[in-house]
């Protein structure tokens, strides 16, 4: 009778730690994925300003010499998405409005939609 009590006492408390085992990969699943969805958002947001300086500096007139100006664009033709070059208007600030700023749109939509669904698959 006492070996039954102590086997269901020692089943219990596999059960319990299952439990808890599972649970606890759950809570770090969840906290993995938000953190994950975050940092993807932030560096959207990111990639986005980085073509939001280039235009603002571009379009402004800042001199193309300037080592700023020169930072932001090398950035800038790296972050386009292949969009750097699909209008070509005869104005040059507007080529630069629509492309990099199309481009800016994409890279926060991305961020957007990528941090939802690891919102979403999150447990």
């Given at each position: 009778?006492?070996?039954r009590?102590?086997?269901?006492a020692s089943t219990d408390t596999s059960e319990q730690r299952r439990s808890?085992?599972?649970?606890?990969?759950?809570a770090?699943?969840?906290?993995v994925l938000t953190v994950a969805a975050s940092v993807i958002r932030i560096l959207t947001v990111v990639f986005a300003g980085i073509l939001v300086v280039h235009?603002?500096?571009?379009?402004a007139g800042a001199n193309p010499a300037n080592g700023i100006t020169i930072f932001f664009r090398d950035l800038?033709?790296?972050l386009t998405l292949g969009i750097g070059d699909l209008f070509l208007p005869a104005s040059e600030s507007l080529r630069i409005i629509l492309n990099y700023g199309l481009a800016a749109v994409v890279w926060i939509?991305?961020?957007?939609i990528v941090s939802k669904l690891l919102n979403a698959l999150a447990p």
């Open positions: 009778m006492m070996s009590m102590a086997q269901d808890h085992t599972s649970d606890d990969l759950r770090l699943t969840r906290k235009v603002i500096l571009a379009v800038a033709d790296n939509a991305i961020g957007i």
